[in-house]
């Protein structure tokens, strides 16, 4: 960090460079939250898709067995099987996708915890 003379001096004084680590560590910290809320949430999200699933698959059967082969039990089937699916929407985006970005933010702030700060003065 360039400073004026002065600053330089009260910046030392005050430790500013310790301070840095916290701040960053601290971040770092948040989004390791942030990461195990969103892992947690998406483990419910999955179970609760899973059940979706199950039950829709079974009412598909079920409407094909009981409904006969005509086109309205297709359609009641199908339709059945897409909505099963469309309920595991959103775990597998969190668990594929989601979670990248506060990944990469979190390691950015640990990189950032741990990198070396000298003040310099200008």
């Known amino acids: 960090m360039h400073l004026p003379e002065e600053e330089a001096r009260k910046a030392q004084a005050r430790g500013l460079s310790a301070a840095l680590d916290n701040y960053f560590a601290e971040r770092a910290l948040m989004q390791q939250r942030d990461l195990n809320e969103l892992f947690r949430v998406g483990r419910r999200d999955l ?6 699933l199950i039950v829709c698959l079974v009412g598909s059967h ?4 009981h409904l006969g082969p005509g086109p309205l039990a297709s359609a009641i089937a199908e ?4 909505v099963g699916w469309v309920a595991n929407w959103k775990p597998i985006e969190t668990f594929l996708y989601d979670w990248w ?3 990469r933010k979190r390691d950015l702030y640990r990189r950032l915890a741990h990198a070396p700060v000298d003040i310099k003065r200008s």
């Open 47 to 52: 179970l609760i898709g899973i059940l979706v």
């Open 62 to 65: 079920m409407a094909r067995t």
């Open 79 to 82: 339709s059945l099987i897409l």
């Open 101 to 103: 970005p506060l990944k």
